[in-house]
């Protein structure tokens, strides 16, 4: 048993090996092939702009007094070097919420966030949300509140008072966040059949909400979907329903 356990033991012992040594390689390789063919990738760009940074004259940005980055929640440890390099005992504005950060694959750090906030001179909130329907608000604060902020990330959560909209329905206690779950049929059968049961809704809704004593315009509703080919079969039913629809791609910034 002992043998076994031993010999289990060093094969995992060469092959965590084999796996660091090979991630250094390509990494290295990658690195060397890029500079041969004058590649840079954007982790390239940000590191260039860094060290560029460090070593030049910073009279070179005395006309400028004020800095304010948006989305900071997206915001890595080397970009905010770089703002803090040119901003420093300036001016230096940061708008952000942890509870949007989604860029992490990108390089996005939520813990410079965490850290940059504490060190803040000054913090303010803006605790009304003037996009959404009241009921929804109120849900999703409800829902927070029970779940105690966001866990995984050890994140807080405070409670978001609502602006001025307000829908009224017909129903007094329709529910202001719904799911549908389709489990019966293939995948191209779900899609057909979500798409007809979303269009249906936006016909009921056109016709029966009233939003702030007017009714629904088809420029209140948004439609999110996975994939630009599901974003367009849904323009092309909601067309074939006389259902104006504009489609928001996102293509690389390259082409």
């Given at each position: 048993?002992?043998?076994?356990?031993?010999?289990?033991?060093?094969?995992?012992?060469?092959?965590?090996?084999?796996?660091?040594?090979?991630?250094?390689?390509?990494?290295?390789?990658?690195?060397?092939?890029?500079?041969?063919?004058?590649?840079?990738?954007?982790?390239?760009?940000?590191?260039?702009?860094?060290?560029?940074?460090?070593?030049?004259?910073?009279?070179?940005?005395?006309?400028?007094?004020?800095?304010?980055?948006?989305?900071?929640?997206?915001?890595d440890v080397v970009q905010y070097?770089?703002?803090?390099?040119?901003?420093?005992?300036?001016?230096?504005?940061?708008?952000?919420?942890?509870?949007?950060?989604?860029?992490?694959?990108?390089?996005?750090?939520?813990?410079?966030?965490?850290?940059?906030?504490?060190?803040?001179?000054?913090?303010?909130?803006?605790?009304?949300?003037?996009?959404?329907?009241?009921?929804?608000?109120?849900?999703?604060?409800?829902?927070?509140?029970?779940?105690?902020?966001?866990?995984?990330?050890?994140?807080?959560?405070?409670?978001?008072?609502?602006?001025?909209?307000?829908?009224?329905?017909?129903?007094?206690?329709?529910?202001?966040?719904?799911?549908?779950?389709?489990?019966?049929g293939n995948i191209r059968q779900?899609?057909?059949?979500?798409?007809?049961?979303?269009?249906?809704?936006?016909?009921?809704?056109?016709?029966?909400?009233?939003?702030?004593?007017?009714?629904?315009?088809?420029?209140?509703?948004?439609?999110?979907?996975?994939?630009?080919?599901?974003?367009?079969?849904?323009?092309?039913?909601?067309?074939?329903?006389?259902?104006?629809?504009?489609?928001?791609?996102?293509?690389?910034?390259?082409?």
């Amino acid at each position: 048993y002992n043998d076994v356990i031993e010999t289990a033991s060093n094969y995992y012992n060469v092959f965590f090996n084999a796996r660091f040594y090979l991630y250094n390689y390509v990494i290295k390789n990658l690195k060397n092939e890029r500079n041969k063919l004058n590649i840079k990738t954007n982790d390239d760009l940000i590191m260039d702009v860094y060290k560029a940074i460090k070593n030049i004259d910073k009279d070179v940005f005395k006309d400028l007094k004020v800095l304010m980055v948006d989305e900071f929640q997206d915001t890595d440890v080397v970009q905010y070097s770089i703002f803090n390099e040119i901003f420093n005992n300036k001016i230096f504005l940061m708008i952000g919420d942890p509870k949007q950060a989604m860029y992490r694959f990108r390089g996005g750090d939520i813990d410079t966030y965490k850290r940059v906030r504490n060190e803040a001179d000054v913090l303010y909130t803006m605790d009304t949300n003037y996009r959404s329907e009241q009921n929804n608000i109120k849900k999703v604060n409800e829902y927070y509140t029970k779940t105690k902020g966001l866990t995984k990330s050890n994140l807080n959560y405070y409670n978001v008072k609502a602006g001025q909209k307000k829908l009224t329905e017909p129903n007094d206690n329709y529910a202001p966040l719904v799911s549908w779950e389709y489990t019966d049929g293939n995948i191209r059968q779900k899609q057909k059949d979500g798409i007809n049961d979303l269009i249906n809704e936006i016909k009921r809704i056109k016709m029966e909400v009233i939003i702030e004593n007017r009714s629904i315009n088809n420029s209140d509703i948004a439609i999110l979907t996975n994939t630009n080919n599901i974003a367009r079969m849904f323009q092309n039913c909601l067309k074939n329903n006389h259902i104006p629809a504009v489609l928001l791609t996102k293509q690389k910034v390259f082409k």
